[in-house]
């Protein structure tokens, strides 16, 4: 059964300029004709908390993709990393496909078929690539058929067609290498899940007709795949001392980041020598998502251009700092190893931006600065071990409770 919650349609792409000369072929029947405007288009993820597939808002289908296309491959315990496409007809669309099919003698049925494209190929038009479109385009009903279709009588029968779960790792590969995605386990997987690609299209290809070609060129709707935050700290600048390193930052012109509701604050990364963690893995929890956070035992790649291991957070070297932070001492380091570090700005979605800016320094025993032993910290003028600032609470709380009994 389909289940919709607050269908909200997003919006088709303009029509094609191409499509308004006679050499557009479109299927008709007399005066009536398959319009763009005879369907729309939507998403939905599973909530495993109602145990359904739910439509998503456009703040949802911003930020949802970004973690979803790393989700670990075959994951269908609650569907986390995949997506449904959803479309329905407008009123008198049926009505409108039964009269294309009976007139255009497709068998009856007649196809519909979901495409994700590549390098800006039109998934509908059999001649916009040279080779084929199987080699730009990928079938997301079956990646390894090309031609893999559901009747369009479905519209007849139901308010809409839902597709089977898609990998949305599937969309974001596809576009890398569509070729290989008729290659089980190839495009469905977090491979690439490093590469940041923003916007895929999908194409609906809707035949009616007995030819090779769909009755339109413009059936698609562009998906963000990537919600990135869109700034990132800039002029990082990493001070030795001893045991230790101070990092300051500061944010671009014009970029507030407290007064952006969405932004949730900054997070220190940091490595010793050319990639060796500083800190036992599980000290600073990350407060935003990637493929290593969601599937740590799965083998990813490596973006050649991606310090600390594409933020694995074994390199974490601070807890989340709030917005307001623009300086954060490192402590219990050693000396005269050089290390060095990044500042990457989280939002509330769990989304992370570049690291614009990686410093180096090398802590030293010359350098005058007290010693604090491991996991150190200083933000905006305090410092001290994690451990110890829980302890010196401690001490504070019962200090004002005997003071409370004394005046009693």
């Not at 909200?8 to 300029?17: G, K």
């Not at 300051?248 to 990364?269: E, K, Y």
């Given at each position: 059964m389909l289940r919709f919650t607050g269908l909200c349609l997003l919006t088709l792409l303009p029509m094609s300029a191409s499509l308004l000369t006679p050499s557009a072929a479109w299927a008709q029947t007399g005066d009536m004709l398959l319009s763009a405007s005879d369907f729309s288009f939507s998403f939905e993820s599973y909530d495993p908390g109602q145990k359904a597939w739910v439509q998503m808002d456009a703040t949802e289908q911003r930020y949802f993709f970004n973690r979803a296309r790393c989700e670990c491959e075959g994951e269908v315990t609650n569907y986390s990393g995949h997506v449904k496409i959803v479309i329905q007809p407008a009123t008198g669309t049926a009505q409108k496909l039964q009269a294309l099919l009976a007139a255009n003698s497709a068998g009856g049925s007649g196809v519909g078929r979901l495409y994700a494209g590549n390098n800006g190929v039109d998934c509908l038009v059999p001649t916009a690539s040279v080779g084929g479109l199987s080699n730009f385009c990928t079938n997301l009903l079956n990646p390894g058929d090309f031609s893999a279709s559901f009747p369009l009588t479905v519209f007849e029968t139901q308010r809409a067609y839902e597709s089977p779960p898609i990998p949305v790792s599937l969309l974001f590969n596809s576009l890398a290498n569509p070729v290989s995605c008729s290659v089980s386990g190839t495009c469905d997987s977090t491979a690439a899940c490093a590469t940041t690609i923003t916007t895929q299209t999908i194409w609906f290809w809707a035949q009616t007709n007995s030819s090779s070609s769909p009755d339109r060129s413009d059936l698609s709707v562009a998906l963000n795949l990537v919600g990135q935050v869109p700034f990132a700290p800039a002029q990082v600048v990493a001070t030795a001392s001893n045991e230790a390193i101070v990092v300051n930052w500061t944010w671009q012109a014009g970029i507030s980041p407290v007064a952006d509701s969405s932004f949730l604050g900054v997070q220190i990364l940091c490595q010793r020598q050319a990639d060796t963690q500083v800190f036992p893995f599980g000290t600073?929890?990350?407060?935003?998502?990637?493929?290593?956070?969601?599937?740590?035992?799965?083998?990813?790649?490596?973006?050649?251009?991606?310090?600390?291991?594409?933020?694995?957070?074994?390199?974490?070297?601070s807890g989340l700092l709030p917005a307001t932070t623009t300086s954060y001492r490192i402590t219990g380091l050693q000396n005269g190893l050089p290390y060095g570090v990044g500042v990457v700005a989280v939002d509330k979605y769990g989304n992370f931006s570049d690291i614009s800016d990686i410093a180096y320094a090398t802590p030293s025993s010359a350098l005058s600065e007290p010693r604090y032993g491991g996991g150190g910290c200083e933000v905006d003028g305090i410092h001290g071990r994690p451990d110890m600032l829980a302890g010196l609470l401690v001490i504070g709380l019962l200090a004002a409770r005997l003071n409370h009994r004394h005046r009693r």
């Amino acid at each position: 059964m389909l289940r919709f919650t607050g269908l909200c349609l997003l919006t088709l792409l303009p029509m094609s300029a191409s499509l308004l000369t006679p050499s557009a072929a479109w299927a008709q029947t007399g005066d009536m004709l398959l319009s763009a405007s005879d369907f729309s288009f939507s998403f939905e993820s599973y909530d495993p908390g109602q145990k359904a597939w739910v439509q998503m808002d456009a703040t949802e289908q911003r930020y949802f993709f970004n973690r979803a296309r790393c989700e670990c491959e075959g994951e269908v315990t609650n569907y986390s990393g995949h997506v449904k496409i959803v479309i329905q007809p407008a009123t008198g669309t049926a009505q409108k496909l039964q009269a294309l099919l009976a007139a255009n003698s497709a068998g009856g049925s007649g196809v519909g078929r979901l495409y994700a494209g590549n390098n800006g190929v039109d998934c509908l038009v059999p001649t916009a690539s040279v080779g084929g479109l199987s080699n730009f385009c990928t079938n997301l009903l079956n990646p390894g058929d090309f031609s893999a279709s559901f009747p369009l009588t479905v519209f007849e029968t139901q308010r809409a067609y839902e597709s089977p779960p898609i990998p949305v790792s599937l969309l974001f590969n596809s576009l890398a290498n569509p070729v290989s995605c008729s290659v089980s386990g190839t495009c469905d997987s977090t491979a690439a899940c490093a590469t940041t690609i923003t916007t895929q299209t999908i194409w609906f290809w809707a035949q009616t007709n007995s030819s090779s070609s769909p009755d339109r060129s413009d059936l698609s709707v562009a998906l963000n795949l990537v919600g990135q935050v869109p700034f990132a700290p800039a002029q990082v600048v990493a001070t030795a001392s001893n045991e230790a390193i101070v990092v300051n930052w500061t944010w671009q012109a014009g970029i507030s980041p407290v007064a952006d509701s969405s932004f949730l604050g900054v997070q220190i990364l940091c490595q010793r020598q050319a990639d060796t963690q500083v800190f036992p893995f599980g000290t600073y929890a990350p407060a935003f998502m990637t493929s290593t956070t969601l599937c740590p035992d799965a083998t990813l790649a490596t973006s050649p251009n991606s310090a600390f291991g594409n933020l694995d957070p074994r390199y974490l070297c601070s807890g989340l700092l709030p917005a307001t932070t623009t300086s954060y001492r490192i402590t219990g380091l050693q000396n005269g190893l050089p290390y060095g570090v990044g500042v990457v700005a989280v939002d509330k979605y769990g989304n992370f931006s570049d690291i614009s800016d990686i410093a180096y320094a090398t802590p030293s025993s010359a350098l005058s600065e007290p010693r604090y032993g491991g996991g150190g910290c200083e933000v905006d003028g305090i410092h001290g071990r994690p451990d110890m600032l829980a302890g010196l609470l401690v001490i504070g709380l019962l200090a004002a409770r005997l003071n409370h009994r004394h005046r009693r």
